[in-house]
């Protein structure tokens, strides 16, 4: 029988016990009986604990959290997303769906983002983690979960960033006219246009009147 010499050195015994008995498996790996190299944990699993004999010793991945392959310990789901972490799933986290946000992390469900609020449009390729920087446009207004903006009507104008509704949207003043949106424009007014002389501008004007004969349209 082999025995080990009494006078060797600790690192030198532990190299015997290693090629006697063989490593430990490592955490985020398991290894099987016969194992030459440690094998990951299933996708959607983790393991933070050392010595796993199957890949059934690996955990599920809990929702709000994303398992990277191979990772011993998950990591939160990042702001701007969620993770159902699925069995078997992808470990890839999921945009919070157009017209919702999260500034927070470890989300688990579409339903934990919330809906961007009236005077913003939360609409972008990228995970939004801050509305308050899709303001709505100059000329629109935006309802809660707005995609589209809409334009406020003809007559009326938007001269600032954020409205969230077409009360917010100003009647144009008498002396000025708000001709959009025309026919087939997709644009509100930012700023009135004034009247030109020989025509009328009444409170609220889409387009300028022609000034009737037996008056006068003067600008001053």
Not at 67 to 96: K, L, N
Not at 178 to 193: F, K, R, S, V, Y
């Amino acid at each position: 029988m082999f025995q080990i010499p009494v006078l060797l050195e600790v690192h030198e015994y532990n190299n015997i016990c290693q090629f006697l008995i063989g490593a430990l498996c490592p955490a985020g790996k398991f290894c099987n009986a016969g194992t030459i190299e440690p094998e990951d944990c299933p996708e959607g699993k983790f393991r933070f604990e050392t010595g796993a004999l199957q890949d059934t010793d690996c955990s599920n991945c809990e929702p709000g959290f994303l398992c990277i392959v191979g990772e011993p310990i998950p990591t939160s789901c990042p702001a701007g997303q969620y993770c159902p972490a699925v069995e078997g799933s992808s470990e890839t986290a999921i945009d919070c769906q157009l017209g919702t946000y999260s500034s927070r992390v470890q989300n688990k469900l579409a339903f934990d983002c919330t809906s961007c609020p009236e005077g913003y449009f939360c609409e972008s390729d990228d995970p939004i983690t801050d509305y308050t920087i899709f303001q709505c446009p100059l000329g629109f207004y935006c309802f809660e979960r707005e995609l589209d903006p809409v334009p406020c009507p003809q007559g009326t104008y938007r001269a600032e960033y954020g409205a969230g509704d077409v009360t917010e949207c100003t009647i144009c003043p008498e002396g000025f006219y708000c001709p959009h949106p025309q026919l087939g424009e997709d644009i509100g007014t930012i700023d009135p246009i004034a009247c030109d002389p020989g025509t009328l501008c009444e409170e609220g004007s889409p387009i300028p009147k022609i000034c009737e004969a037996g008056y006068y349209c003067s600008t001053e």
